[in-house]
Structures are given as structure tokens and as C-alpha cells.
């Protein structure tokens, strides 16, 4: 009976695991094409951006899920126009390819867990609006407001050597 049970422990936590590395799988996949659209929301406190990140999934929670890595993506390396009243604002990399030349920075950056968690937070709990959840063909776009960090993402990526600080000059 002990040992019946102790496989069926092990099935399941098998199984469990399995689940969850495909997850995290499919959440790289859509996150290697960075395939979102940022737009202002409001002007948010002193330091951070209220911005809405549309990103695109086959699982609705995965694309919520990615939002908070294209919100970050979005700000250093797109930047996001502005909207009546709301000013855009130009990408924190003035480099194009800073992403491929700083490869050995932002790939452990954007990992599962990575650092970028630290500068965005999801608003209202990431609860969708039923206008921002759109099914297209065999995916999902689905529209959530985050509020990113942008004073201290920029202080870790110029502490980091990964931008040029704004007092550095031209």
C-alpha cells in the first residue's frame, strides 16, 4: 500500500512539473518575438509610467502573465507615443542593437523570476477589462495597465553599465 502510494506521489509531482516547464516554455516562445504594443494610460507618480501593454498568447494568463516583460522590454528598448494630454516618452536605449550587444546582461534579466520584476507592478491585481481581452485567429491579445519603475530601471541599467547615464553628457 506504501509503495502504491508513494508512486502515485510521484506521478502527480511528475506531472505537475511537466506542466509547468511547458508553461514556462510557451511564455519564452512568445516572449523570443516580443510581440507587444504599449500606449500611455496616465501620467503616473514622479519616476514611473502607467502605460497599457497589449501582448499576444495562446493562454490569455500567459499573455497577462508576459505584459509585465514587454512593459520593461518596451520602455528601454521602444519607448510609446503619447496620447491628448499624456506625453510619450523615447526608449532608455538610444542603441538599437544594445539588446544583441548586451546579450550576457538582459538574457538573465528577462528570465522566469528575473530582475525586470522589480521595476513593474501589474494595476488592479492585473485584472482584464472584458474590451481588453480580444481572441484573433487562434491567440489572444490582451490589453493590461502596469505602472513601471522608469527612475530606478534606469539607475540599475546605468549602474550596470548597460546605458549611459543622462549626466554623462553627449
Same mark, same amino acid.
Given at each position: 500500500?506504501?509503495? %502504491?502510494?508513494l508512486? /502515485?506521489t510521484?506521478? /502527480? ?7 509547468t ?13 516580443w ?5 500611455a $494610460? ?7 509610467? /502607467? ?5 499576444? #498568447?495562446?493562454? *490569455? ?6 505584459s509585465k516583460?514587454?512593459?520593461i522590454?518596451?520602455?528601454i ?5 503619447? +496620447?491628448?494630454?499624456? *506625453?510619450g516618452?523615447? *526608449? ?5 542593437? /544594445?539588446? $544583441? ?15 525586470? %520584476?522589480?521595476f $513593474?507592478t501589474? #494595476? ?19 490589453? =493590461?495597465? =502596469?505602472? =513601471? &519603475?522608469?527612475?530606478?530601471?534606469? +539607475?540599475?541599467?546605468? &549602474?550596470?553599465?548597460?546605458? +549611459?547615464?543622462?549626466? #554623462?553628457?553627449?
Amino acid at each position: 500500500m506504501n509503495n %502504491l502510494k508513494l508512486i /502515485l506521489t510521484l506521478f /502527480l509531482v511528475t506531472i505537475f512539473y511537466t506542466n509547468t516547464v511547458q508553461s514556462q516554455r510557451r511564455e519564452n516562445k512568445d516572449t523570443q518575438a516580443w510581440r507587444y504594443e504599449i500606449e500611455a $494610460v496616465q501620467t503616473g507618480t514622479q519616476g514611473t509610467y /502607467l502605460i497599457k501593454v497589449w501582448s499576444y #498568447s495562446k493562454k *490569455p494568463e500567459l499573455a497577462t502573465e508576459q505584459s509585465k516583460k514587454n512593459a520593461i522590454h518596451g520602455v528601454i528598448f521602444k519607448g510609446f507615443s503619447g +496620447k491628448a494630454g499624456i *506625453p510619450g516618452q523615447s *526608449p532608455l536605449a538610444n542603441n538599437p542593437n /544594445l539588446e $544583441v550587444e548586451k546579450e550576457d546582461f538582459f538574457k538573465p534579466f528577462f528570465e522566469e523570476g528575473g530582475k525586470y %520584476l522589480k521595476f $513593474v507592478t501589474l #494595476s488592479n491585481a492585473g485584472a482584464v477589462a472584458a474590451e481588453d481581452r480580444m481572441k484573433i485567429g487562434k491567440e489572444y491579445k490582451i490589453g =493590461v495597465i =502596469v505602472s =513601471v &519603475n522608469v527612475a530606478e530601471l534606469r +539607475k540599475d541599467l546605468e &549602474n550596470a553599465g548597460v546605458i +549611459k547615464s543622462l549626466s #554623462s553628457g553627449f
